[in-house]
């Protein structure tokens, strides 16, 4: 099984469309989060939910909204997509949030704007 | 803000050697993290250490909180071993929940 899934694993599109990308977790998890890698494989938080609630917001632009329906899982949406906002997204979830915790990475999901 | 600085940056070495890859940061942290990137891309966690050592099969990490200083060690290495390994440590002031500042990753490749 699966501990931490993305769907899609690609996603090509034009700029100015509007995309998301779907997370889930099947480890009863409390917190889950959203990562941006660029191009160099550097790893920046942008967003993270505890329990449906946002606990960090990171200086992201507007046109990114993270939705979480339920504590499963965390979505994100991405409006007027830019070619700077080409890169690897992941997911990723731990137990309590607390900065000791182990957290578990989706397999991440390769955005290219053309 | 935490300051995060890894190296090598890139690392070459022949099967059975081994690595040590260092990391240091920049403000007094309660917990580092030593993640292990795939060729493929997929991310999984090798260690989190508070303080002294730990060893995991091959792998051993360190961590000297005075110093500011962690070293990931890998004995005897296999071609297998060739990933991106990247450490992460709290990002300084804020909440406690897991906002994580990543080292720029250190590239090992393992020659056979």
């Known amino acids: 099984d699966t501990a931490v899934s993305q769907t899609p694993k690609y996603l090509v599109t034009q700029m100015g469309n509007d995309k998301s990308i779907k997370c889930e977790q099947n480890l009863g998890h409390d917190t889950m989060y959203w990562y941006k890698q660029d191009s160099k494989k550097f790893l920046k938080i942008m967003f993270s939910?505890?329990?449906?609630?946002?606990?960090i917001n990171e200086t992201v632009p507007n046109r990114f909204s993270p939705k979480s329906p339920d504590k499963a899982h965390l979505n994100l949406h991405i409006n007027s997509l830019e070619l700077g906002d080409s890169a690897v997204y992941f997911c990723?979830?731990?137990?309590?949030?607390?900065?000791?915790?182990?957290?578990?990475f989706g397999p991440g999901t390769r955005l290219t704007v053309l | 803000k935490n300051e995060v600085e890894q190296s090598p940056q890139n690392l070459t070495a022949q099967e059975g050697e081994f690595i040590t890859i260092n990391c240091s940061y920049s403000v007094g942290i309660s917990a580092l993290h030593w993640l292990q990137q795939h060729p493929g891309g997929g991310i999984v966690s090798l260690f989190m250490?508070?303080?002294g050592k730990k060893k995991h099969g091959r792998l051993i990490a360190t961590i000297n909180i005075q110093e500011k200083h962690s070293s990931l060690h890998i004995t005897a290495s296999h071609p297998r071993d060739s990933a991106v390994y990247i450490c992460?440590?709290?990002?300084?002031?804020?909440?406690?929940?897991?906002?994580?500042?990543f080292g720029q990753g250190t590239i090992l490749t393992v020659h056979p």
């Open positions: 992460a440590v709290p990002n300084a002031g804020g909440t406690s929940y897991g906002k994580l500042t």
């Open positions: 939910y505890n329990n449906k609630e946002l606990i």
């Open positions: 250490l508070s303080s």
């Open positions: 990723a979830s731990s137990q309590t949030g607390e900065v000791a915790d182990e957290q578990f």
